[in-house]
């Protein structure tokens, strides 16, 4: 594929392998090692969980940067732009880099056949290589065990909260999940939970792989101590910090999980009151309770898409509710996503629905979702459908509630259709 533009190779990657996802780790490994590109850093920390992986990976990225430390940073999926996958000391790859990757990575794979997310993920890790990163931080896509991301040890794995999702493919309880988010965890590691009391899967892991277990309500503490600063605590040192940039009380574990991770980094020493409130203060990450104005309408976007990120959001609403202030819902939902139960967490802090339509293959319509939702919610509710995230949120700001705000979430196709409508690109 010689001279091909990015957005070409992007399309001609989704052809090569005929499986959009296979969990299977041999095929990449051996492009891996024809890659030549071990290791990908002198230090790796692995992130997995169902929720705040985004943000305690981008978190410990701006604490890197913050003390000058030089990282690459790998998560998914992107929000715009693939670019925004790869991250080196701030810096989004450029196209021209990311083509060198996959050029490279055209020629290692010989007729060896990789999935989308398997080229992204071997790019990364051909740039952190070419960049002589000092930390590499990778966020898993799906589950762990199996994940691309997990062909390299992390001397670092952080386990982020755990709920019921992809249950189709990681299994149907709890410890299921866990079992497969578990598998980050390397020989003689080091594990951070976020959660205190981790799942008897998390700990067997540990257990099995002489890994040191750092947990969270034992190993270290954190807490508000007003609106403005909290607390992280260890047994012989306590630091108080700024609130995150990051809006909600949930981005504490987060920001708790990812100064864990560094404290047990090579640039521990280097992480002072100042550099790690440097870092919470310039973490950047779109659809995690975004404020954005538009139309004079104040918009809110999320890419909660289950029940444990239901309720945290249902906290993020409260003051408005507080403020006698209406809530108006743009949702839309991949069809395996579960919808129902995200509706009856949020039933009583939404006014009004309007319901949008996804594309693709697991995208489904805006009636398909409302037969899913409406028997859950009050036959008093106003709901409304529309075809298009960007209908919908139109139809939204149509909508006269006084002092109403603008919710839209319930996935990353949600929010980024949602931001592109207000901001094209």
């Known amino acids: 594929m010689p001279n091909k533009t990015l957005n070409e190779w992007l ?25 030549n590109v071990t290791p990908i850093a002198p230090f790796i920390i692995t992130v997995a969980g169902t929720n705040g992986k985004g943000s305690t990976t981008n978190t410990i990225a701006a604490i890197c940067e913050a003390a000058g430390t030089s990282y690459g940073l790998y998560t998914s999926p992107h929000m715009h732009r693939f670019n925004e996958r790869i991250v080196i000391n701030g810096h989004e790859a450029t196209d021209d ?18 999935t989308y997310f398997e080229f992204a993920t071997l790019a990364a890790f051909y740039l952190f290589k070419k960049h002589h990163v000092a930390i590499a931080i990778l966020e898993v896509g799906l589950g762990g065990r199996l994940d691309a991301t997990n062909i390299v040890d992390a001397n670092v794995a952080v386990i982020t909260p755990i709920d019921l999702d992809h249950t189709n493919l990681l299994g149907n309880t709890i410890t299921e999940i866990a079992h497969e988010k578990a598998g980050i965890i390397k020989d003689h590691s080091i594990v951070i939970t976020a959660e205190s009391a981790p799942n008897v899967s998390i700990l067997n892991q540990a257990a099995k792989q002489h890994a040191t277990l750092i947990e969270a309500g034992r190993d270290f503490h954190y807490a508000a101590i007003h609106d403005h600063a909290w607390q992280y605590r260890l047994k012989t040192h306590t630091f108080t910090l700024p609130m995150p940039r990051l809006q909600g009380m949930h981005q504490l574990q987060n920001a708790a999980a990812a100064i864990s991770a560094l404290l047990h980094s090579p ?159």
Not at 16 to 23: G, R
Not at 97 to 114: C, P, S, V, W, Y
């Open 11 to 35: 399309i001609e990657l989704e052809k090569i392998h005929p499986l959009a996802m296979d969990f299977k780790l041999e095929r990449i490994k051996k492009v891996y090692q024809a890659l």
């Open 97 to 114: 880099e990311i083509i060198e990757a996959f050029e490279a990575i055209q020629t290692a794979r010989g007729d060896i056949t990789l």
């Open 267 to 425: 640039m521990a020493d280097q992480l002072t009151e100042s550099v790690i409130a440097k870092g919470l203060q310039n973490t950047r990450l779109q659809g995690r309770f975004q404020k954005v104005v538009h139309q004079h309408r104040e918009f809110y976007f999320d890419v909660t898409h289950n029940p444990q990120g239901a309720a945290i959001l249902h906290a993020l609403l409260a003051p408005f509710k507080a403020h006698n202030r209406p809530v108006i819902a743009v949702l839309g939902m991949l069809k395996d996503k579960d919808a129902a139960n995200l509706a009856h967490a949020l039933k009583d802090d939404i006014d009004t629905w309007v319901l949008a339509g996804l594309e693709g293959d697991r995208g489904q319509s805006s009636e398909a979702l409302k037969a899913r939702i409406a028997p859950i919610l009050s036959e008093t509710t106003n709901i409304h459908t529309a075809h298009s995230v960007a209908d919908a949120c139109q139809m939204a700001t149509e909508i006269q509630q006084n002092d109403a705000i603008i919710l839209v979430f319930g996935s990353f196709h949600t929010v980024s259709e949602g931001l592109n409508w207000i901001n094209p690109r």
